[in-house]
């Protein structure tokens, strides 16, 4: 087995899921306990500087091996897995020689892995696969990542010909709840410019993503007993439901691809007395992006009237922005890295990123940071699947990247 493989499995035993409703940092304790993990490996491979701060940020320095002026770059993964799945007792499962069928994960539930969902799967007929047994997400989203830069460094460390300058590596908590770089300080990390290991599909890097907002919505309600209810309930479940189908019918993730934005609804519970409703809005462009968020005060505007001031709550809360307008400044970043593709005869994907990284926001810190692919595919749930030949390019790809700017010094 590769090396990135094997690290792969090792870390998706962690459970690792982020809490958006913890109010700690990490918001989980399981994430410092594979923070302190990777820092150990990370020691033990010879990197400088190693450290996981109080934070639970892990840092660490593979030193310049040579006097040329080369840029500093930084590699940077999460180490968290998303709360929408449950990330506890990963048993990955590996399907060697695929021969393009449907993947039953699970005989048991009777989750199958389908061709006609995934088309896809397709793409990988013969090459080995990394899935779940359907009961858990696999977390390839992000730690193919971490392992995928841990064996590059590795490599480099393994192979001092190639010329580089310093480079540096960091795995941060929580980016799946959105507060990856909350506490990440850009100034020590002291890089020119950085990659996020966050992508999917081999060959794909991006530097166009979401700007995006959250929007909490409390509904207050007034329950009496339904037999004398009349004239005085208010019932605030279906003030919520009132409110949902006021949105834009087609603007929803699941109408929505390529650059167009939508508003999800993420999570909807409620009594008469009391409703509350996760939404998340996203949009490419600044100004749609702005409209939306304006559209969603004015529905609650228009049902606080209707029901009374104060019925309806909304918080509303910008996540991250379109790190486009940063990289654009910086395209050399970009550039490189689809070089370091084609040199390894892969062609480069520039897709718009419907989602964030850490990444988005670094940029917008001073951080340039577009994302690479990881090779791994529908993230964020049971079908989550990754195959190995598509990490160990990924790993490839990161090693040519740093040989690159290295002879560019
Ligand atoms: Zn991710």
Redesign the pocket.
């Known amino acids: 087995m590769s090396k990135v493989v094997e690290r792969f499995l090792k870390y998706v035993k962690y459970h690792t899921t982020s809490d958006e409703n913890s109010n700690t940092f990490p918001s989980t304790e399981g994430q410092l306990i594979f923070a302190r993990e990777l820092a150990k490996e990370l020691k033990e491979l010879g990197l400088s500087e190693v450290e996981v701060d109080e934070n639970g940020y892990v840092t660490a320095l593979l030193p310049a091996n040579t006097d040329k002026k080369i840029p500093t770059i930084g590699f940077i993964a ?1 180490m968290d897995t998303s709360p929408d799945m449950c990330g506890k007792d990963v048993k990955p499962q590996i399907i060697e020689n695929y021969d393009g069928n449907d993947i039953m994960l699970n005989k048991e539930k009777g989750i199958i892995l389908s061709t006609s969902e995934f088309p896809e799967l397709k793409n990988y007929i013969g090459k080995t696969l990394i899935t779940t047994d359907g009961t858990t997400l696999l977390g390839a ?2 730690k193919a990542g971490i392992a995928e830069i841990i064996t590059a460094i590795e490599y480099l460390i393994n192979h001092p010909e190639i010329e580089h300058g310093n480079v540096k590596i960091a795995f941060t908590p929580d ?2 709840i959105g507060r990856g770089v909350d506490k990440f300080n850009v100034k020590k990390f002291a890089c020119d410019f950085a990659y996020t290991v ?1 992508g999917g599909e081999l060959g794909t890097i991006e530097y166009e993503n979401f700007n995006a907002a959250s929007a909490k919505i409390k509904i207050h309600g007034r329950n009496v007993h339904p037999g004398t209810a009349k004239g005085k309930m208010k019932n605030s479940i279906l003030i919520g439901i009132e409110l949902q189908n006021m949105l834009p019918e087609l603007e929803r993730p699941e109408h929505t691809e390529g650059y167009q934005g939508f508003y999800h609804l993420n999570n909807f519970q409620g009594t008469v007395e009391e409703t509350s409703m996760y939404y998340i809005i996203r949009d490419f462009d600044k100004q749609a992006f702005s409209d939306k968020k304006e559209y969603i005060k004015s529905i609650v505007e228009a049902l606080n009237k209707k029901y009374g001031e104060g019925t309806v709550e909304l918080e509303l809360k910008d996540q991250y922005y379109n790190m486009r307008e940063v990289i654009e400044k910086h395209m050399h970043i970009v550039e490189t890295a689809m070089e370091a593709m084609r040199s390894l005869g892969i062609e480069p994907k520039v897709v718009p990123i419907r989602g964030g ?1 850490d990444g988005a926001r670094l940029s917008f810190m001073g951080l340039p940071t577009p994302n690479l692919f990881t090779g791994g595919h529908n ?1 964020h749930g049971k079908y989550e699947f990754i195959p190995i030949h598509a990490m160990e390019k990924a790993v490839e790809v990161i090693v040519k990247i740093v040989e690159l700017y290295g002879k560019k010094g």
């Open positions: 999460h989203d992000d980016e799946e966050d990284t993230f």
